[in-house]
């Protein structure tokens, strides 16, 4: 039997051709790697911006770090500045106690040199004062010789006639003793010793020149 043109054509209708669903696999193939790389790309571009996102934050946490680091040793600097002012008052005070030091050391130094230079002239004077005691108890002595010898002769003599070995008599006297002294005992002994003592140099007292 055959069928009518009608039929015929909803048979052909109804048919797919081979080469649409070739095209159509093909198209759903291209979809489907074009889907699957880019999700690739996008989990690679998601552990990427983890990774940064990791890295921003290691990279905020060092900055606080370092920014606390640098405020620790922004007060260590300050500190240490502190102490040094501190340490270069103190070596300043040290080295104004310092030149006073020296400068007292210096007047004292001289004040010594000064009193050695006193004791030298004081020892000076002290030879000096016992060789003229030396040289007046030589004489001392010569003199009681003289009169002892003048006492073993029998010699009368008055004021007058005996006025020059008075004279030396006295002024041996006054030497030893000191004018001062020999006036003294002229007077105890009831004698006249302005007259006596005129033209006898006057001396004081061996003991008041060493003092002097």
Known sequence: MTGS???RTTMRSSRTPPF???ALLIVVGFLSYNY???YNINSELRAEVEAVRIQARDTDSSKLESERNLNT????IKQIQGSRD???KAVQEKDKEL???KADLK???EELNGVKKSLGECD???QTQKKEVDALKAEKAEFDKKLEAEKTKPQVCDLKSCSEPLKQILDISSKLTGTEQLSKALTEAKLNAEELLQNVPKYQAPQQQAGN
């Open 5 to 7: 043109p009608t039929n």
């Open 20 to 22: 649409l669903i070739i």
């Open 36 to 38: 699957w790389k880019f």
């Open 73 to 76: 040793a922004r007060e260590e």
């Open 86 to 88: 501190a340490l270069q």
């Open 99 to 101: 030149t006073t030091l």
């Open 107 to 109: 007047k004292a130094q």
């Open 124 to 126: 000076a004077n002290l």
